[in-house]
T-cell receptor, first 114, second 112 residues
Framework: KAGVTQTPRYLIKTRGQQVTLSCSPI?????VSWYQQTPGQGLQFLFE???????NKGNFPGRFSGRQFSNSRSEMNVSTLELGDSALYLC?????????????FGPGTRLTVL | DQQVKQNSPSLSVQEGRISILNCDYT??????FLWYKKYPAEGPTFLIS?????DKNEDGRFTVFLNKSAKHLSLHIVPSQPGDSAVYFC???????????FGTGTRLLVSP
């Protein structure tokens, strides 16, 4: 079974631009979560989607948004990029996104904002 | 508010010895705990989990211990191998939670 895939793997943008990241979950998984990883901050939860609906959201500004499609693929968008948005963005999928479901992570998208 | 804490940012161990990684949590509603391992340029991979109804779970060289009264869990790796060198994240969740809460990670270096 194929794992979680994320595209692109690396991205360089400048301040003020916007960016869209893509995540394809494991086949059959309906929940997709997004995390931001920065040095010293661990993995910070951005949001979680299930059946095309955002079910849970972390403490990030409205510049961070996402969506999920009917095939469970998900996209994350960041508008008006800031230098502090430079991070590794990780997507994770699970069967139903409930507390005890194991989440499986993709390799991440490394975003650099100049 | 860091609900899951890994107070040791790094740990160095010799090959063959035991590695002990620690994690503390504050939210008493957590009842499910996981450890993930992360290599550079890869996403975290699930390692082992434990439910709050247990105090120990073992999988090969990896054992997780849970002390609910102290809100503390630890991951033991015995024997440690150089391939275990990675960043280890502790995570917590539970009934009604729809997300994992992660610690900040501990970088383990196992030297030959």
């Amino acid at each position: 079974k194929a794992g979680v895939t994320q595209t692109p793997r690396y991205l360089i943008k400048t301040r003020g631009q916007q960016v869209t990241l893509s995540c394809s979950p494991i086949s059959g998984h309906r929940s997709v979560s997004w995390y931001q990883q920065t040095p010293g901050q661990g993995l910070q939860f951005l949001f979680e989607y299930f059946s095309e609906t955002q079910r849970n959201k972390g403490n990030f500004p409205g510049r961070f948004s996402g969506r999920q499609f009917s095939n469970s693929r998900s996209e994350m968008n960041v508008s008006t990029l800031e230098l502090g948005d430079s991070a590794l963005y990780l997507c994770a999928s699970s069967l139903a996104g409930q507390g005890r479901d194991t989440q499986y992570f993709g390799p991440g998208t490394r975003l650099t904002v100049l | 508010d860091q609900q899951v804490k890994q107070n040791s940012p790094s740990l160095s161990v010799q090959e063959g010895r035991i590695s002990i990684l620690n994690c503390d949590y504050t939210n008493s509603m957590f009842d499910y705990f996981l450890w993930y391992k992360k290599y550079p340029a890869e996403g975290p991979t699930f390692l082992i989990s434990i439910s709050s109804i247990k105090d120990k779970n073992e999988d090969g060289r990896f054992t997780v211990f849970l002390n609910k009264s102290a809100k503390h869990l630890s991951l033991h790796i015995v024997p440690s191998q150089p391939g275990d060198s990675a960043v280890y994240f502790c995570a917590a969740s539970g009934t009604g939670f729809q997300k994992l809460v992660f610690g900040t990670g501990t970088r383990l270096l196992v030297s030959p």
